[in-house]
């Protein structure tokens, strides 16, 4: 098991890079291994989740040669080409890799099994088998739960499904499912989320409508590859835009950031919270706008966050319960029930931690209620139960910019599913965080 220790350091400065965006690095993977041809990814996501589904896409027969650092070739094998697993294939500690392999793995004429660590093993996946169930494939999943067994299916069928829950990972199940379907696939989201498969799909070729709120696919007889750029995950970064906004000096720019409006809510929450923020440089990898994002400290006021902008910032929200502390009055986010089924249960497991560092909060069943403290040193010295969860670390690594004394995260190894190399970028942002293995 390792910990972070993070000491007390005043201010967060200068100018860093985030790692690749995960969403957009596993659906790379999954839609360049089912496309004809090869297909070049740079900014590639080694991280954990994404290291899961690579192996699950090589053991279905795909190749995928590691170039160089976060560079992949990926051997497209058609999408008639993928050959069955001879075991469970394991998706690690990635809810969005077991959902949208479902999707993917729904339609193929041979059976798989997805398992996952303990925490995915406790996650729903009845939200993606019901709709695909609906289209003509045989899952089974265990009380809702991993492993998630799929039957051969030769015929799945094209469905108009209105999504119960705002999520991006139950849309893109049922859209891979679609690609093999008899006849248009039409989903209904009841919020807007993020819509990298749809924009993926496009640039291989895939003709993808969306509009008012309705995405339709029609499928195609293939894909063809294409070379994608990855920009910096949005999700990495915001643990910087919280730092350099409750810093009490200096001021960071993150380069080369995913700016996708459909993940950007956190930028909209932090500006309504009066944070200092500029967004620059446009530009655009393919299908993905980028840009360079520059915060500075300001003095945050507590707000009731819009829901609308929950599902735009749904990852985000531990590292806002943090900003939220350091903001004047009080922060109430509510209709983010969503939250309790991520990693952890993100509204429980952050409550836990804010108490333990003398934060002033109620649990809400949807959310949080926190009386923040714009001056001083918010947080106490104190020791965090991270439940494994890498947002949970990393959120409160954030919080040292304004704790009066050590901050002990136990838990901590997940961090390298969506963030390899934390700890280095973390100090090069002026944070003092060490790793210690027990
Ligand atoms: C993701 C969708 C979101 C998000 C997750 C990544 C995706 O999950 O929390 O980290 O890549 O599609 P939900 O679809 O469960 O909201």
Known sequence: MSDYVVQPSAQATG???????????????????IADGVSEVTGFLESEDCLATMRAMRVLGVRVDQLGPQHIRVHGAGM?????????????????????????????????????????????????????????AKIETLGGKPPVKIS?????????????????????????AGLYAKGATEVIE???????????????????????????????????????????????????LVAGSISRGGGLTIKGVGINPTRTGLLDILAL?????RVVNHRSAGAEPVADIEVRPARLKGIQVPEHLVPLAIDEFPALFVAAACANGETIVTGAEELR????????????????????????????????????????GGTIESDGDHRIAMSFTVASLRAAGPIHIKDVANVATSFPRFVTVATAAGLNVSEQSE
Do not use: W
Request: hydrophobic residues 40%; contains cysteine.
């Open 15 to 33: 100018s860093i890079r985030v790692p690749g965006d995960k969403s957009i690095s596993h659906r790379a993977l999954m839609l360049g291994g």
């Open 80 to 136: 008639r080409g993928l050959k069955p697993a001879a075991h469970a294939l394991d998706m690690g500690n990635s809810g969005t890799a077991m959902r949208l392999m479902t999707g993917l793995l729904a339609g193929q004429p041979f059976a798989s099994e997805l398992i996952g660590d303990a925490s995915l093993m406790k996650r729903p996946m009845e939200r993606a088998a019901a709709p695909l169930r609906l289209m003509g």
């Open 152 to 176: 051969p299916s030769n015929d799945l069928r094209g469905i108009r499904y209105e999504l119960p829950v705002a999520s991006a990972q139950v849309k893109s199940a049922v859209l891979l």
């Open 190 to 240: 009841p919020a807007v989320t993020r819509d990298h498969t749809e924009r993926m799909l496009l640039g291989f070729g895939c003709s993808v409508d969306a509009a008012h709120g309705m995405i339709k696919l029609e499928p195609p007889e293939r894909l063809q590859s294409c070379s994608l750029e990855v920009p910096g995950d949005f999700s990495s970064s915001a643990f910087f």
């Open 273 to 277: 919270m009066g944070a200092d923020l």
């Open 341 to 380: 089924v991520k990693e952890s249960d993100r509204i429980a497991v952050m409550a836990k931690g804010l108490k333990a560092l003398g934060v002033d909060c109620d649990v809400l069943p949807d959310g949080m209620r926190i009386r923040g403290r714009p001056d001083g040193q918010v947080f106490e």
